[in-house]
């Protein structure tokens, strides 16, 4: 079945989107996004990606002439024009057409875009067995430099990453930043835990504030695990008991080996495990109804 993208107010079948060459979104890899989950028919943490979003918009000073009701209204119809109980939503809100300058108040009317399909980000037996990672060689850039908590198109430093783990042979990366503390991934968080207690780096080390990461937090929480946002080295992470990553796409992924050095027992520790049972059961029963009225199991 051809998939329905909502573009700019209208929900459209995939072949008659037509983004235009100038869209400065594609030219400067001007404009935001968000990748968001509908789990069993409900939007998973949706208001949390909306502020995440136009939280965006506003350091970039986009201005979303829908507001934040518009795209939640445009999000749910766009799951529902494809009759997707679980998804994989793609958010894009681009600076818009414009000319061939750089010059962003040239666009007066950003492109929005919504894909709403499937993603996987690692092979299901990755989940069972954990993940080998490596340590990249590139670093994120600092805050001062292009600030990580802005969710931008800009994904070169990711994709230079990625590139990096399939030559080391490794499906992911951790990233550290200037200071050689471990940052992220190239699209997830990363906690270590040592102990019983779980370490993720703080927002202050670089990282894009996961919304996974916020939720795994709450979860461990409430599961009795003592949570700090503390910067740790490669050292600390080849040491610890334990790794995971979170994220959207990649949700909660035990990690086995960095550069070699296995970590703990080599295999998906108890902390990771419990947490992504907890996880995938919360997420399965919380979120915005996408078909209020109908009953989920
Ligand atoms: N760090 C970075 C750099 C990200 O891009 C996360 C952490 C996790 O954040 P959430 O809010 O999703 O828990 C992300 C989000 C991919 C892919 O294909 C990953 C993201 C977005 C789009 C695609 O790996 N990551």
Do not use: W
Not at 120 to 141: K, M, N, V, W
Not at 221 to 234: H, I, M, P
């Amino acid at each position: 079945m051809e998939r329905v993208i909502y573009f700019n107010g209208t929900l459209l079948p995939e072949g008659q989107v037509r983004i235009s060459p100038f869209d400065h979104g594609f030219l400067y890899g001007d404009g935001i996004f968000e990748g968001i989950r509908a789990y069993n028919g409900r939007i998973f943490e949706l208001e949390a990606h909306l502020e995440r979003l136009f939280d965006s918009a506003k350091s970039l000073l986009l201005d979303i002439p829908t507001g934040r009701e518009g795209i939640a209204d445009a999000i749910l119809a766009t799951v529902r024009a494809n009759q997707l109980h679980n998804a994989y939503i793609r958010l894009v809100v681009s600076r818009g057409p414009g000319d061939l300058g750089l010059d962003p108040f040239k666009c007066p009317d950003p492109t929005i875009l919504i894909i709403a399909d499937q993603i996987q980000l690692f092979p299901e037996e990755l989940y069972e067995t954990g993940l080998p990672l490596a340590s990249a060689a590139l670093r994120r850039p600092s805050g001062d430099v292009l600030n990580p908590q802005i969710k931008s198109l800009n994904y070169l430093n990711s994709v230079l990453a990625k590139i990096e783990a399939h030559q080391r042979g490794v499906p992911e990366m951790v990233l550290l930043n200037q200071l050689g503390h471990v940052v992220e991934g190239t699209g997830d968080n990363i906690f270590i835990v040592r102990q019983g207690t779980l370490i993720t780096p703080p927002r202050s080390a670089g990282i894009l504030p996961g919304i996974t990461r916020r939720v795994v937090m709450e979860l461990a929480g409430e599961a009795g695990y003592t949570v700090q946002e503390e910067n740790f080295t490669l050292h600390e992470l080849y040491n610890a008991d334990e790794c995971f990553l979170t994220g959207t796409a990649a949700e909660l992924i035990p990690a086995i080996s960095c550069d070699g050095r296995v970590i703990g027992s080599g295999r998906p520790g108890p902390v990771a495990r419990a947490l992504r049972t907890r996880f995938v059961q919360y997420s399965a029963s919380h979120g915005t109804d996408v078909y209020p009225g109908v009953s989920v199991v």
